[in-house]
């Protein structure tokens, strides 16, 4: 069984900061690419950052100089520090990973729960 856990949303005014974890665990061969992705009310869920099982990294371009994605591999977590927090960023925010589970198993994606981040004006 394979498990990814966000958490560090909450509520922030408007140009603070937060930092969302993820953390994958359980039967983890390896873990390829991993994202953050989010969901505001009425709106589609799109992707804000990913990066590679090499460290290379994209983003939408709304988030570009205000976010940064980041991971540590010994630890199986993503990271998503959110700088200049903009109403427009309030949204269900949610973790993927792509993991191989076992030797004998294609990648397959992995989605947390997701953590709610509410930037109030």
């Known amino acids: 069984q394979v498990q990814v856990v966000e958490s560090g949303g909450g509520l922030v005014q408007a140009g603070g900061s937060l930092r969302l974890s993820c953390a994958a665990s359980g039967s983890i061969l390896r873990i390829n690419d991993m994202g953050w992705y989010r969901q505001a009310p009425g709106k589609q869920r799109e992707l804000v950052a990913g990066?590679?099982?090499?460290?290379?990294?994209n983003y939408v371009d709304s988030v570009k100089g205000r976010f940064t994605i980041a991971r540590d591999n010994a630890k199986n977590t993503v990271y998503l520090q959110m700088n200049s927090l903009k109403p427009a960023d309030t949204a269900v925010y949610y973790c993927?990973?792509?993991?191989?589970?076992?030797?004998?198993?294609?990648?397959?994606?992995?989605w947390g729960q997701g953590t709610q981040v509410t930037v109030s004006s």
């Open positions: 990066i590679s099982s090499g460290g290379s990294t």
């Open positions: 993927k990973a792509v993991i191989v589970p076992g030797i004998y198993y294609a990648p397959r994606d992995y």
